[in-house]
């Protein structure tokens, strides 16, 4: 062989292509707009590694194939550079954050052009640098003015290591996400989103959403929609009343007691002064216990008497009322109806403390265990008693808005999203508090509020911004007298919910983005990042996109069509590789011996996408070996080319049927796989296609323009996955101009689906699916397909497969245990 792939061929041709400036983004309105994007990563400092290979350079793949496909592809590439760790690492090393942060960028950008994608780095963002934060605190003061974002004093979840707030999502099982240490509650005051105003909007418009049916599960559940009533208790004595909320009207007779959170308002007009002290105690305790402690199901409950009694709104009964910290203050009203016959908590806790048990609803006859927590039959509940669950909870909903007592409710769980953090290393908050004037949004033209360099990291509860006074003193904008700066930064999730905007107008100094800009290029078609994100970074960025719509900055509800999810390559011993466990594995030594492409065409065929897998590197020869055997086919047609001479450029010459028949199937299998995020198969079809060229060329003697266009047919299908080493053959055969400018190919359906059959896909002998599949394809590439079934793949989560056999022509049966 006169070629030998390697890292010199990457080397050549990343030069060629930064001279030429082929990834120059240059919007062309012939063209039909692709917005393709990966989620940003954040410069740890890390040396690039496998992940970052799969998370960037496999969604590239596809982004080629586009390209080639005729479309204007947009793939930005940026960093979310704000947050915790540059702020610990400066805490402990001394080294301050822009100063790591901005050492990590360069590196970081250093290796991500070693992958050779097709990034314009003209569009790079940096969340960090002023000309970013500077647009994300003007979007602070849009929400501000439209009353999205407010401060409130609230129980907040409180990092005692990393002293910081955490929001909820940052602060699941109790612990905080970045060091792990248990999270406490504290009293502070905060800015918050109001996400809670598009609860029902983000739930709606999932359902258009071209997203892993798996993530919008994830989201309907966080924002946690239930339908109800709230039903009003009058207190003996005392003016106010008390709302419940219940998704439970119809079991409404059989109200025993009322339980309030410790934190409800009304408590100390109610409390009996000889509960007082009791209820104080009580209440102090509960302070210190996080939302997910108090509503664990394993917690012994807990409460106190107020001494205050309620009143049944329809039988008139006295009802005593209770505090509990198994009531959250937060959710619905803030305190419960206790039906202990049918709710666990409630039953739990009238067992405990003597409470009357009534059961109001039957599923059998008699006999059945307490507490019954399903729908049923009503008993005991008087005029309703007899009535399904549905029926009656009706019945005494409209009984209760006669009364005036109650009324269908929708609630949600999702809660305003709190974004103060008490940190330096994130975008100040752009408010000025005067004595005079109040709080005072700083001027649009004021921006940005630049973080200062000077400060002292060590943590106080306090931001470190409050240690310097240059920025905290400074004059009211409204009435010019002394005025003191916010020294909170905002969540860096804030940072993130809008850089796909900035990307389309980085340096616009004048507005965030372009409108018409953003008009022509979102949604984003192609969203590519890992599920940690289903809860927090895409419903907030889902929020973010839609308040901007209603504030006339963009159009279209949802910023995201199309949503992509890869899988995690596991270290060698199957775990996630992580630093500290030192089971990371790192792609230099692989792309030193083989090249990129080898490495990214290995990632590809070794590993499903969406699946991920554990790291074995046993295969990487095999996919060497194919760049051999391409490169062989490549120069043996030259050769007797040479030799023979190839008579014009007329397919007629060579043309065969049968052959032509595969190329077809070949093209539109590699297409419809790449489309799917399925590169393994696509692999497996490119790898059968090369031998049924190989075995075309071992027929004819003389090379022959049929041969021609298939081996250029094979170097277009294969360019996605090997960008460098396809151009390098796309030369050596004389092409003028880059191999991605060259069309995809395309198929001719009656063509490729000339000689297919359908055959049965079966697991454990039982069908579960069909596929179709040509006469002439390999028994491996038919069990690959079979393997990447959508039905199968689910079926095979957690179950080990011991064996595929094939029936020729006839099933494929999978035995798994
Ligand atoms: C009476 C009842 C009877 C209830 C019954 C359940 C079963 P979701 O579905 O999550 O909305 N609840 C209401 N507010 C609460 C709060 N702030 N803290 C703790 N629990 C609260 O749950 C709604 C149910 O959770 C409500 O319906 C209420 O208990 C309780 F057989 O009311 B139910
Ligand atoms: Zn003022």
Known sequence: MRINYSRKTDVKWQKIWEESGIYRFQPDSAKEKLYLMEMFSYPSGAKLHIGHWWNFGIPDIWGRMKRMQGYQVFHPMGFDAFGLPAENYAITSGIHPKTSTEENIRTMEEQLKTIGATYDWDYEIKTCEPEYYRWTQWLFLQLYHRGLAYQKKAPVNWCPSCQTVLANEQAKNGECDRCGSKVIQKDLTQWFFRITEYAEELLSGLDSLDWPEKTKAIQRNWIGKSKGA????????????????????????????????????????????????????????????????????????????????????LTGRKIPIWISDYVIASYGTGAVMAVPAHDTRDYEFAVKYQ??????????????????????????????TGLSSEKAGEKITADLSLRQAGASRTNYRLRDWLVSRQRYWGAPIPIVYCEKCGVVPVPEEKLPVTLPFEVDFIPGGESPLAGNKEFTDTVCPCCGGAAKRETDTLDTFVCSSWYYLRYLDPHNQKAPWDIEKARQFMPIDKYVGGIEHAAMHLLYARFIYKALRDMGFVEGSEPFR?????????????????????????????????????????????????????????????????????????????????????????????????????????????????????????????MEFRRVIVEYQSEKKESTAFEFKLITCFIKLFAPFAPHFTEEMWEELGMKGSVFDSSWPVFDNSKAEGDAVEIVVQINSKNRCKISIGSHETEEAIKMQALNQKEIIAELEGRTVRRIIYVKARLINIVVS
């Open 230 to 313: 709230e039903v009003m208790f009058e207190i003996e004595g005392c003016e106010e009343k008390l709302p419940v909320y219940t998704t439970r009207v119809d079991t409404l007779m059989g109200v025993t007691y009322l339980v309030m959170a410790p934190e409800h308002s009304l408590i100390p007009a109610i409390t009996s002064e000889k509960q007082r002290k009791e209820v104080e105690e009580y209440q102090k305790a509960a302070a210190l216990l996080t939302e997910l402690d108090r509503t664990s199901a394993m917690k012994e409950k807990t409460g106190v008497f107020t001494g205050a009694m309620g009143i049944h709104p």
């Open 355 to 384: 409470l009357p048990i009534l059961q109001v609803i039957e599923r059998s006859k008699g006999g059945e265990r307490l507490p019954l927590t399903g729908a049923g039959i009503l008993v005991n509940s008087g005029k309703f």
């Open 562 to 686: 199309s949503l992509v999810h890869q899988g995690i390559i596991l270290g060698p011993d199957g775990q996630k590789m992580s630093k500290s466990r030192g089971n990371t594995i790192s792609p230099d030594g692989y792309i030193e011996e083989y090249g990129s492409d080898v490495f990214r065409t290995y990632l590809s065929f070794g590993f499903s996408y969406q699946e991920g897998g554990t790291w074995k590197d046993n295969g990487i020869k095999a996919v060497k070996d194919f760049f051999d055997r391409i490169t062989r086919m490549v120069e043996n047609f030259q050769e007797r080319k040479k030799e023979t001479g190839m008579k014009g450029r007329n397919y007629e010459e060579g043309f065969d049927e049968k052959i032509d028949r595969m190329q077809h199937r070949a093209i539109k299998a590699v297409t419809q796989e790449l489309e799917k995020f399925q590169f393994n198969t696509a692999i497996a079809r490119l």
